[in-house]
């Protein structure tokens, strides 16, 4: 089976687009407006660029009737936002802030979640998150789509602090990801959750690739 995904005639009942690039990492984004409005939001469009320096992106597509979301707003307007790691936990938290709320509406009324102050970002982080990054925003691109819904925002940002809950690393100074479990997404309205991982070192590579690999800077 092949098919054109730009044409209307689909030979299945849902889009397989999603489904297949997948899993993808979940950006829990906090943020605050102007107003001092706060707000967050799952963003499944997310991913780091590059680690020297440390640098994030997420793309958010835009409402049906052509708003932008209120995180690429606040973020452009008070220059943060904070990463708070999604994970099997905190999944009920995660969904519920996913409901699209008017700008006004403060997503945090509705967690069973604890707010703590960032460090550098006026936004607040969620505390029983395991880990964190305060983002320094950059720079916004805009992609225009075939509609409104289409159309998306991706902002670009800098790393500026990582928050590490310690229960959560090795004796080695390694992320504990299976005590962790975050949750990805899948396609349609699919989650995964990482609970085992193995490792696989790449044959011949030198120590210059190794620190690549291990994200170290030169």
């Known amino acids: 089976m092949?098919?054109?995904?730009?044409?209307?005639?689909?030979?299945?009942?849902?889009?397989?687009?999603?489904?297949?690039?997948?899993?993808?990492?979940?950006?829990?984004?906090?943020?605050?407006?102007?107003?001092?409005?706060?707000?967050?939001?799952p963003y499944s469009q997310w991913q780091?660029?590059?680690?020297?320096?440390?640098?994030?992106?997420?793309?958010?597509?835009?409402?049906?009737?052509?708003?932008?979301?209120?995180?690429?707003?606040?973020?452009?307007?008070?220059?943060?936002?904070?990463?708070?790691?999604?994970?099997?936990?905190?999944?009920?938290?995660?969904?519920?802030?996913?409901?699209?709320?008017?700008?006004?509406?403060?997503e945090f009324d509705r967690l069973d979640v604890t707010k703590q102050t960032a460090d550098l970002s006026p936004a607040p982080m969620v505390a029983e998150s395991p880990f964190h990054y305060e983002c320094k925003y950059l720079t916004t691109h805009r992609l225009p789509g075939k509609s409104n819904v289409g159309t998306i925002d991706v902002v670009y940002a800098t790393v500026e602090r990582i928050h590490l809950n310690e229960k959560y690393l090795t004796d080695d100074g390694r992320v504990?990801?299976?005590?962790?479990?975050?949750?990805?997404?899948?396609?349609?309205?699919?989650?995964?959750v990482v609970t085992d991982t193995f490792e696989m070192r790449v044959p011949g590579a030198d120590a210059d690739a190794q620190a690549g690999l291990d994200g170290n800077p030169q």
Do not use: C
Request: hydrophobic share 40%.
């Open 2 to 41: 092949k098919y054109d995904p730009n044409e209307v005639e689909r030979p299945l009942s849902h889009s397989p687009f999603k489904a297949l690039t997948v899993p993808r990492p979940i950006g829990w984004l906090s943020s605050v407006s102007e107003d001092g409005v706060e707000n967050i939001a």
């Open 48 to 106: 780091n660029l590059t680690f020297d320096p440390p640098m994030v992106m997420f793309a958010a597509n835009q409402y049906p009737d052509g708003r932008r979301k209120d995180t690429v707003v606040n973020a452009e307007k008070t220059g943060w936002f904070v990463w708070n790691m999604a994970t099997w936990d905190l999944r009920e938290s995660v969904n519920i802030s996913a409901m699209a709320l008017p700008p006004g509406e403060n």
């Open 176 to 192: 504990d990801i299976t005590a962790v479990q975050p949750i990805a997404r899948m396609g349609y309205f699919d989650y995964t």
